[in-house]
């Protein structure tokens, strides 16, 4: 059984940042990909930013330059450090991350306001 587990949403400022992270516990094997998708009200789930084991970076070209992904695969992490929030950002977001290419596994989500 596989758990993640995010933290770090809220409510923030326009211009302010946030950092959330995910943690995965529980029988895991090997990681591959691990990402952040965030979804608002009335769209669709998308992605945001993810990253490979092998170090590569994948972003929404709406958080290029503002956002960044990182991994700690010592202690089955991800990391979003968002700077430059904006109204537009606000979203529940979600982990997700890839096992033996074939197991996916996402949180529970963590709201995050951006107020204007």
């Known amino acids: 059984q596989v758990q993640l587990v995010e933290s770090g949403g809220g409510l923030v400022q326009a211009g302010g940042s946030l950092r959330l992270s995910c943690a995965a516990s529980?029988?895991?094997?090997?990681?591959?990909?691990m990402g952040w998708y965030r979804q608002a009200p009335g769209k669709q789930r998308e992605l945001v930013a993810d990253?490979?084991?092998?170090?590569?970076?994948n972003y929404a070209d709406s958080v290029k330059g503002r956002f960044t992904i990182s991994r700690d695969d010592a202690k089955n992490t991800v990391n979003l450090q968002m700077n430059s929030l904006k109204p537009e950002d606000t979203a529940v977001y979600y982990c997700?991350?890839?096992?033996?290419?074939?197991?996916?596994?996402w949180g529970q989500g963590t709201q995050v306001t951006v107020s204007s």
């Open positions: 997700r991350i890839v096992v033996l290419f074939t197991k996916y596994y």
């Open positions: 529980g029988t895991i094997y090997r990681i591959n990909t």
């Open positions: 990253i490979t084991s092998g170090g590569s970076t």
